[in-house]
C-alpha cells in the first residue's frame, strides 16, 4: 500500500507483510514458535510494518500489479464458520507494548473466549453465522429454580432477596414467561418486610434502604394486581423518601447511609412510579437548603458526577463506572425529555467516547471501567445506555393512527452484533445448570442471568422516544418514562434465530414493557393521599 505525506512531495510505501493462510478448507495455521498465541505479543505484533521511500513508477507498478493479483483470486465456497467476522475470531492487530497484570488478564479472557466466538469449542451447535442457539429452557428451569428454597448458604445474602426475586421475575418476563403465579409468594414475602416508617428492607427487621425498596416495588409491579399494588404504603414512603433527600441535590441511600446515583435513580423510579407528590414534606432536612421538591438541584448533582473521562461516577470526583452511567441516564430520562435534559446536563460527546471505549474486540461485550475485562453483567449496565443515548441524538419519533412509529435515520452507535455474539457465545452456560454468566470462566447467577438477557433484549429491540405516544396517564410531573415505544432491531443479515428473540424490557425501568404504564395509571388514579 503507497501513501502520501502530507506536506510533502515524496511517497512512502508501507509494506503488510501477508500472514500464511491455511490452504485446505478448515486447516488452521498453529504458529510453532510459541508455546501461547498470546506470549511475547509484544514481540510479535499482529501485522509487521516495513516503510521504504518509493518512486512514482515503484509506484505505479505496485497499484498494477494489485489489481492484478486481486483480479486472479478464484471465487470460492466458503466453510460456515467463515460467517463469523475476523473481529471476533482472531486476537487484536494493535497491542499496547507495556505488559501488566491487567494486560495479562486481558490475555486470559480472550484466551477463554476465542473457543466460543470463533464457532471451535465442543459440545456447541453453531447456526451458519457461528451463534449457538438460546438454551431458553435451561434457562427458566434456572430461574425458578432461584425462585423456590435456597441452599443454606444462602443465609449470608439474606438482605439481597428482594434482588433475588426480582432478577428471577424480570429474567423469567424477558423469556417470555407467565409470572403472575408469583403473585402470592411475593405478597407473602414482602408485606412483613415493609416498614411503617416507609420504605423496605431486605428482609425482616431490618431498616428500609433504597435499594432494596426499588427491588422490592419492581418485583409487586411486575406481578401485579389489587392486592399486591395496596400493600405498598404510598403516604410512608413519600415521607420517608423526603429523609433521604440530602441539601446537594442527591439522594442517600438509607437513613445515615451514603450519597451516591443509585440513591437519585431508586427515588425517582419510585416517586414517578407510585405517583407521589413532588413536594417534600415539610419536616424533611433539605427544606432547609431551600430545596422544596424532590428534583430540586437534582440535574445539577448529576452533571457533577460526570468526570473527566466522560463517564459517569457514583458521585462528584470518583471513577467512571458503567452501572452509574446507566442510572444517571435513566434518572435524566425520568426528568424530562432525553433529546432535551441529556445534552443540557452532560457532555455528550465525552460520554459516547467514553462508552464506546467499554466494548472490546473480540469479545464483543462490555466492560465497565476503563482497562477492566469483560462482563456479561454490562450487557445491561452499559448495552442499556444506548437506546437513552440514541433518542437523545435523533430527538423525538411521531406515532402514526395505526400505531406504528415514524422512524428518524439512525445508525447505530455500538455493535448489537457484537454484543449479541458474546452473549450467545460466551455467556450461557453450556452445562446442565443453566443461566447466564459473567464469560465462560464463571459460573451462572441469577444476577447475571438479568442483566445479560437484559441486554439481548436491548441488542434485538429499537427503542424511541415517542412524542405522540399514548399515555394511560397525562397529568401531573414526571411523565417522560411513559413515552417510549419499540419496534424489532431489523438488519439485512440476522446472525440469531427467530427463535431465540426474547421479550422487551422498558429502557428506563428495567421492567416488562407496559407495566411501568400499568402501574402508573393504576396509583394516579388513587389520586394524592
Known amino acids: 500500500m503507497t501513501c502520501v505525506i502530507k506536506g510533502k512531495k515524496s511517497h512512502h510505501r508501507v509494506k503488510f507483510n501477508r500472514r500464511a493462510m491455511a490452504m485446505a478448507m478448515g486447516e488452521k495455521v498453529v504458529d510453532t514458535s510459541s508455546p501461547s498465541p498470546l ?7 499482529a501485522s509487521i510494518l516495513q516503510e521504504t521511500p518509493s518512486s512514482k513508477a515503484d509506484i505505479e507498478a505496485e497499484i498494477d500489479e494489485d489489481i492484478v493479483y486481486a483480479s486472479s483470486q478464484p471465487m470460492t465456497e466458503e466453510p460456515l464458520v467463515s460467517m463469523i467476522p475476523d473481529t471476533f475470531k482472531e486476537y487484536p492487530p494493535l497491542r499496547d507494548l507495556l505488559q501488566t497484570q491487567t494486560s495479562h488478564l486481558q490475555d486470559q479472557t480472550i484466551q477463554e473466549c476465542l473457543p466460543f466466538l470463533s464457532g471451535a469449542e465442543a ?35 439474606d438482605a439481597s432477596r428482594p434482588w433475588m426475586f426480582y432478577w428471577a421475575l424480570a429474567g423469567l418476563s424477558t423469556l417470555g414467561q407467565d409470572i403472575s403465579s408469583y403473585r402470592e409468594k411475593i405478597i407473602a414475602t414482602c408485606r412483613p418486610i415493609q416498614n411503617v416508617t416507609g420504605g423496605f428492607g431486605g428482609g ?36 420517608w423518601l423526603g429523609s433521604l433527600k440530602m441539601s446537594s441535590g442527591g439522594f442517600r441511600m438509607a437513613v445515615g447511609g451514603e450519597e451516591d446515583i443509585r440513591g437519585a435513580y431508586c427515588a425517582l423510579i419510585l416517586i414517578t412510579l407510585l405517583s407521589l407528590p413532588l413536594d417534600l414534606p415539610q419536616d424533611a432536612s433539605a427544606r432547609s437548603s431551600n430545596l422544596a421538591t424532590f428534583i430540586d438541584g437534582l440535574p445539577e448533582w448529576i452533571s457533577r458526577c460526570q468526570t473527566f473521562e466522560g463517564g459517569i461516577g457514583a458521585r462528584p470526583n470518583v471513577e467512571a463506572h458503567g452501572a452509574y452511567a446507566f442510572l444517571a441516564l435513566g434518572c435524566l430520562c425520568i426528568l424530562g425529555e432525553p433529546h432535551i435534559t441529556i445534552p443540557q446536563y452532560l457532555d455528550v460527546p465525552g460520554f459516547i467516547s467514553w462508552l464506546s471505549a467499554r466494548q472490546y474486540a473480540p469479545e464483543g461485550g462490555f466492560s465497565g471501567r476503563t482497562n477492566k475485562l469483560v462482563d456479561g453483567c454490562y450487557s445491561h449496565w452499559v448495552g442499556g ?11 423525538p419519533t411521531q406515532q402514526t393512527e395505526n400505531g406504528s412509529s415514524l422512524l428518524p435515520t439512525s445508525v447505530n452507535l455500538y455493535s448489537r452484533e457484537g454484543l449479541i455474539r458474546y452473549i450467545l457465545c460466551c455467556c450461557q ?18 444476577y ?51 427463535e431465540d428473540i426474547v421479550e422487551t424490557l422498558h ?13 402508573r395509571a393504576y396509583f394516579a388514579s388513587k389520586g394524592t393521599f
Not at 429 to 446: A, E, F, I, Q, Y
Not at 468 to 496: D, F, H
Not at 507 to 519: D, W
Open 123 to 157: 459440545g456447541l451447535t453453531y447456526n451458519p453465522y457461528g451463534v449457538p442457539h438460546l438454551n431458553r429452557k435451561k434457562h427458566i428451569q434456572f430461574l425458578h429454580k432461584q425462585l423456590q428454597k435456597l441452599p443454606s448458604a444462602y443465609v449470608a445474602a
Open 507 to 519: 429502557p428506563v425501568f428495567v421492567i416488562p414493557e407496559g407495566i411501568a404504564e400499568e402501574t
Open 39 to 45: 506470549k511475547n505479543q509484544a514481540q510479535r505484533p
Open 204 to 239: 425482616n427487621g431490618q431498616m428500609s434502604h433504597l435499594a432494596t425498596t426499588y427491588a422490592n416495588v419492581l418485583s409487586i409491579a411486575m406481578v401485579g394486581g389489587p392486592e399486591a399494588l395496596d400493600m405498598i404504603d404510598r403516604k410512608a414512603m413519600w415521607k
Open 448 to 498: 447475571h442471568t438479568c442483566y445479560v438477557l437484559a441486554g439481548l433484549s436491548s441488542a434485538q429491540h429499537k427503542w424511541h422516544f415517542n412524542t405522540s405516544a399514548k399515555k394511560r396517564e397525562s397529568s401531573g410531573m414526571l411523565v417522560s418514562p411513559y413515552q417510549w415505544t419499540s419496534n424489532r432491531c431489523i438488519k439485512t443479515t440476522q446472525i440469531y434465530d427467530e
Open 385 to 395: 445506555c444506548w437506546p437513552l443515548l440514541e433518542a437523545c441524538l435523533e430527538g
Open 429 to 446: 452456560d453450556t452445562g446442565s445448570r443453566g443461566g447466564l454468566r459473567d464469560k465462560p470462566s464463571h459460573r451462572s447467577d441469577s
